[in-house]
């Protein structure tokens, strides 16, 4: 079983920048794939960016291709996303997700974390 704890939300202007952060704890963690989601009020949960435990794959949503990065830092089992030229259409809950052994390109987590709020006023 992996425990997963973001942190890192809050509310930014049009154009600013947040950086999350998700902590991973548990067995086996070098084979997780890791991904990041997000859920707007009234719409359903969607993919944003995954990475392999090591970082050296990773996938993005088209609307975060460019503006989004992910990353891993396998010395503090930490996953981050770093969220540049933020949109108000980028307001949501972001949770963390994963999954031992999956693809970056299909990743359907086991595991999630309790979300982090992100707001982005305009």
């Known amino acids: 079983q992996v425990q997963l704890v973001e942190s890192g939300g809050g509310l930014v202007q049009a154009g600013g920048s947040l950086r999350l952060s998700c902590v991973a704890s548990?067995?086996?963690?070098?084979?997780?794939?890791m991904g990041w989601f997000r859920q707007a009020p009234g719409k359903e949960r969607e993919f944003v960016a995954s990475?392999?435990?090591?970082?050296?794959?990773?996938d993005y949503s088209l609307s975060a291709r460019d503006r989004f990065t992910i990353s891993a830092d396998n010395a503090r089992n930490t996953v981050y996303l770093q969220m540049n030229s933020l949109k108000p259409e980028d307001t949501a809950v972001y949770y963390c997700?994963?999954?031992?052994?999956?693809?970056?390109?299909?990743?359907?987590?086991?595991?999630w974390g309790q979300g982090t709020q992100v707001t982005v006023s305009s």
């Open positions: 990475t392999t435990w090591s970082g050296r794959r990773t």
């Open positions: 548990g067995r086996a963690l070098s084979t997780l794939t």
């Open positions: 997700g994963a999954r031992q052994l999956a693809s970056v390109y299909d990743l359907r987590p086991n595991s």
